[in-house]
């Protein structure tokens, strides 16, 4: 069974930054993809981030602002997310593959979400 619990949201002005945790629970973590997604409202659901091992993607609208970072030992995964602006408003989505299951900016490869956390930046 894998549970994901996100937090770190918030609402801040634009160029803030704000870092955002996902804690996961599973006897296995580290061989599997993690990834963050967003979704705001009437847009669909987006990739923004993956890791597996060293391996790591953005998306461009993210690319050279967010990080992405993971710490094995406390099994969780951070978003780290710099000089935000309006677009990045949204929900955030810690989501987890089903194990030794490649990385993918695509959702339906992703087995585990967690319930999510709001992200608003105002102008």
């Known amino acids: 069974q894998v549970a994901l619990v996100e937090s770190g949201g918030g609402s801040v002005q634009t160029g803030g930054s704000l870092r955002l945790s996902c804690q996961m629970s599973s006897q296995t973590y580290g061989d599997r993809c993690m990834g963050w997604f967003r979704q705001a409202p009437g847009k669909e659901r987006e990739g923004v981030a993956t890791?597996?091992?060293?391996?790591?993607a953005y998306s461009d609208s993210v690319e050279g602002r967010f990080t992405i970072s993971q710490d094995y030992a406390k099994k969780t995964l951070y978003l780290q997310m710099n000089s935000l602006n309006p677009e990045d408003s949204a929900k955030y989505y810690c989501?987890?593959?089903?194990?030794?299951?490649?990385?993918?900016?695509?959702?339906?490869?992703?087995?585990?979400w967690g319930q999510g956390t709001q992200v608003t930046v105002s102008s």
């Open positions: 890791i597996l091992h060293d391996t790591i």
């Open positions: 989501a987890a593959t089903e194990s030794f299951t490649s990385c993918t900016m695509g959702a339906g490869r992703f087995r585990y």
